[in-house]
């Protein structure tokens, strides 16, 4: 059975607490890759940049990024606990996700500056 990959930074402390949880490890057939250890990712594409957000390749090797990553993740997982709710409710807003998202990236940036 094919897996849906989805990338996340090992180096950013917000993703890789993130890919931890064990909701979004229950997840279909997900498998969750340190895009830093793992570079197979570029294989589908040689311009994704891991700096603009979390990648995800699905069964038919689609390739979604940043909020397109995570709305694709909500629609397929059926999710539970608060934390998952509202990733939900603000992801299934396009204007709401893309100003979290933009944050999101922003402090990614400032943590992985300080670390």
């Known amino acids: 059975m094919r897996q849906v990959k989805l990338y996340y930074d090992g180096d950013c402390p917000f993703c ?3 890919s931890k949880l064990q909701e979004i490890r229950k997840c279909i057939n997900l ?7 793992d570079l197979s990712w570029k294989e589908f594409n040689q311009e994704l940049d891991l700096d ?14 940043g909020v397109e990553a995570i709305n694709y993740l909500n629609k397929i997982c ?12 603000i992801f299934s807003k396009k204007l709401l996700s893309n100003i979290v998202y933009f ?8 943590a992985l500056k300080f670390k």
């Open 78 to 89: 059926r999710f539970q606990g608060f934390f998952f709710i509202l990733q939900k409710w």
């Open 31 to 37: 498998q969750l890759l340190d895009a830093r250890k």
């Open 52 to 65: 603009n957000g979390v990648i995800l390749i699905d069964f038919n090797s689609n390739i979604y990024q």
């Open 16 to 18: 890789s607490r993130y």
């Open 103 to 110: 944050i999101f990236k922003t402090l990614r940036k400032i």
